[in-house]
């Protein structure tokens, strides 16, 4: 689907919503409300779809923007629910066996996150001896997670409705884990005996701060528990065929079918309430204007956008709220291409390697045919997080010379994890959070959404119902938290509760 789609869909003044931002989040809940009958628009500044989960090209190499990795698309789960209500098949993919290789800074063994959970208990216990209970006690706390997200609650409530889906979603086994609401994964370390453990303490703060920005010490429990069982059957993790873009395909092609509206490079620059209804206003990238009306507005953009959209508009105290949120994270990311035959021999396709300035990496590197370099090449994408505000507002000769510094040490760092010669890249270069701030138009570059502490997890988190009629939120901020089958549940979530508005139940098909 295109800028300029010529999609049977009602006229801009017939609108019932906008959506804007054409992530994962904002496709599916564009494509949700369009599939309910509804006329919308999705709104989206960049050429493409896909934002953190997009891609771009370098020669005859396709790199993955941010997120290199999928969950969800196993049977129960959120990309499987949905591509079987659309109607649109599965994308390509392999499961991932390790799920992902952590090599830690000491002499031991890489850590393998195999998927068959009996070979992983038996990685647990090589690796981290008397461990036994904590990963007991994860696992149960997991099975709870996964029974209460099946059931689509909503998270923080706002209304009765909310609460009324919320509770139908706690049972006997939810009651019980709830007691660890406030609790981090560190406590669940000291309950079972080993918060002692230094090399597992290492192992856990890398894996956690994958998806919760936090470590153990911050990271709450219940949500670290389904974080660290992301790996294992009969969840997994996924390496899509292409790119990460096949993703954000189908989910246009879901869309269109419904008969939505994509709308590529209309930058939204201000939301107002007139008249009962929402006006979106913004700019195409030729320079002129655009103005639509709607009933209703769906932002999958950072939440931390919303005072400039809204202005003088924007509630006192929600503006408030919104000022106290802890800010996210930026990232650096190298790109790399290489010949595949420098690579170790069986290196997974993802790894975590414990490593000094500018951190520790996550790496990801393609797999033969997978259409991301061709033959007997690899590309490698490394990454690591950042304080995105000290790489704003400094002079050019001093931010590149930033940039060239953080790419040598990351280029240093891989070549000691994977044993590489020097010089062996074919193609380099380093995405900074002001290359992500242009890229996404988040505030500093962010990424990740927000840290998943006990004060911002479930409900104790950011809701997706605002303060203001008709302006809902979805995407890596809102429940259930980052990573693309989490954005998913938030824009399912933000489009439950728009629809039961209208009197619209909304229930994904078998």
């Given amino acids: 689907m295109t800028a300029d789609s010529t999609a049977t869909v009602p006229s801009c003044a017939d609108l019932d919503v906008v959506v804007i931002g054409a992530g994962v989040a904002g496709l599916t809940a564009a494509s949700l409300l369009a599939d309910a009958g509804l006329g919308v628009e999705l709104l989206e500044a960049h050429h493409q779809s896909g934002g953190c989960a997009g891609t771009f090209r370098r020669g005859p190499y396709?790199?993955?923007?941010?997120?290199?990795?999928?969950?969800?698309?196993?049977?129960?789960?959120?990309?499987?629910?949905?591509?079987?209500?659309?109607?649109?098949?599965?994308?390509?993919?392999?499961?991932?066996?390790?799920?992902?290789?952590?090599?830690?800074?000491?002499?031991?063994?890489?850590?393998?996150?195999?998927?068959?959970?009996?070979?992983?208990?038996?990685?647990?216990?090589?690796?981290?001896?008397?461990?036994?209970?904590f990963w007991a006690l994860c696992a149960t706390l997991h099975q709870a997670n996964w029974s209460f997200a099946g059931k689509d609650p909503v998270l923080p409530p706002r209304t009765l409705w909310d609460l009324r889906q919320l509770l139908g979603a706690i049972g006997p086994a939810q009651l019980a884990t709830g007691l660890l609401a406030k609790a981090t994964v560190a406590d669940l370390l000291r309950l079972c005996g080993c918060a002692g453990d230094q090399r597992l303490r290492r192992f856990l703060d890398?894996?956690?701060?994958?998806?919760?920005?936090?470590?153990?010490?911050?990271?709450?429990?219940?949500?670290?528990?389904?974080?660290?069982?992301?790996?294992?059957?009969?969840?997994?993790?996924?390496?899509?065929?292409?790119?990460?873009?096949?993703?954000?395909?189908?989910?246009?092609?879901?869309?269109?079918?419904?008969?939505?509206?994509?709308?590529?490079?209309?930058?939204?620059?201000?939301?107002?309430?007139?008249g009962g209804r929402w006006r979106v206003q913004g700019q195409r990238a030729n320079g002129t204007a655009f103005d639509?009306?709607?009933?209703?507005?769906?932002?999958?953009?950072?939440?931390?956008?919303?005072?400039?959209?809204?202005?003088?508009?924007m509630p006192?105290?929600?503006?408030?709220?919104?000022?106290?949120?802890?800010?996210?994270?930026?990232?650096?990311?190298?790109?790399?291409?290489?010949?595949?035959?420098?690579?170790?021999?069986?290196?997974?396709?993802?790894?975590?390697?414990?490593?000094?300035?500018?951190?520790?990496?996550?790496?990801?590197?393609?797999?033969?045919?997978?259409?991301r370099a061709p033959q007997g090449q690899a590309t490698v994408i490394a990454s690591v997080f950042t304080?995105?505000?000290?790489?704003?507002?400094?002079?050019?000769?001093?931010?590149?010379r930033r940039k060239q510094e953080a790419l040598t040490a990351i280029r240093s760092s891989l070549e000691a994890g994977l044993t590489l010669p020097a010089n062996a890249f074919l193609h380099q270069e380093l995405a900074t959070p002001r290359g992500f701030a242009g890229w996404t138009g988040r505030p500093f570059g962010m990424v990740g959404g927000l840290g998943q502490s006990p004060d911002q997890f479930g409900p104790f988190g950011l809701a997706s119902r605002t303060p203001l009629p008709g302006l809902w939120l979805c995407g890596d901020s809102?429940?259930?938290?980052?990573?693309?089958?989490?954005?998913?549940?938030?824009?399912?979530?933000?489009?439950?509760?728009?629809?039961?508005?209208?009197?619209?139940?909304?229930?994904?098909?078998?």
């Fill in 387 to 400: 304080p995105s505000a000290p790489w704003f507002n400094l002079p050019e000769a001093d931010y590149q």
């Fill in 316 to 371: 006192q105290g929600y503006r408030r709220c919104l000022a106290q949120l802890p800010t996210p994270s930026g990232a650096l990311v190298f790109y790399g291409a290489i010949e595949r035959a420098r690579l170790p021999a069986g290196v997974a396709a993802h790894l975590q390697l414990e490593a000094g300035q500018p951190g520790s990496l996550f790496v990801s590197i393609s797999q033969e045919g997978d259409g």
């Fill in 478 to 510: 809102l429940h259930p938290g980052e990573g693309t089958a989490g954005v998913s549940l938030s824009a399912l979530m933000a489009s439950r509760q728009l629809l039961a508005e209208r009197g619209r139940p909304l229930q994904l098909r078998a």
């Fill in 62 to 133: 396709i790199f993955d923007v941010g997120a290199t990795q999928v969950a969800g698309l196993e049977p129960g789960g959120s990309h499987h629910r949905l591509c079987r209500h659309f109607g649109i098949p599965l994308p390509e993919a392999r499961p991932l066996d390790p799920g992902c290789v952590v090599q830690l800074a000491d002499d031991n063994a890489p850590i393998a996150l195999w998927r068959d959970p009996e070979r992983w208990r038996q990685e647990q216990q090589r690796q981290f001896p008397g461990s036994e209970r």
């Fill in 292 to 313: 639509r009306t709607c009933d209703a507005v769906v932002c999958s953009l950072p939440p931390q956008t919303l005072p400039t959209l809204l202005g003088e508009a």
């Fill in 206 to 274: 890398l894996q956690l701060r994958l998806y919760s920005q936090h470590g153990v010490d911050r990271t709450a429990a219940l949500y670290g528990a389904t974080v660290l069982a992301m790996a294992q059957a009969p969840l997994g993790l996924w390496h899509l065929e292409g790119s990460m873009q096949g993703l954000c395909d189908g989910l246009e092609q879901a869309l269109q079918n419904a008969g939505g509206r994509l709308r590529l490079r209309h930058r939204v620059t201000r939301l107002a309430r007139e």
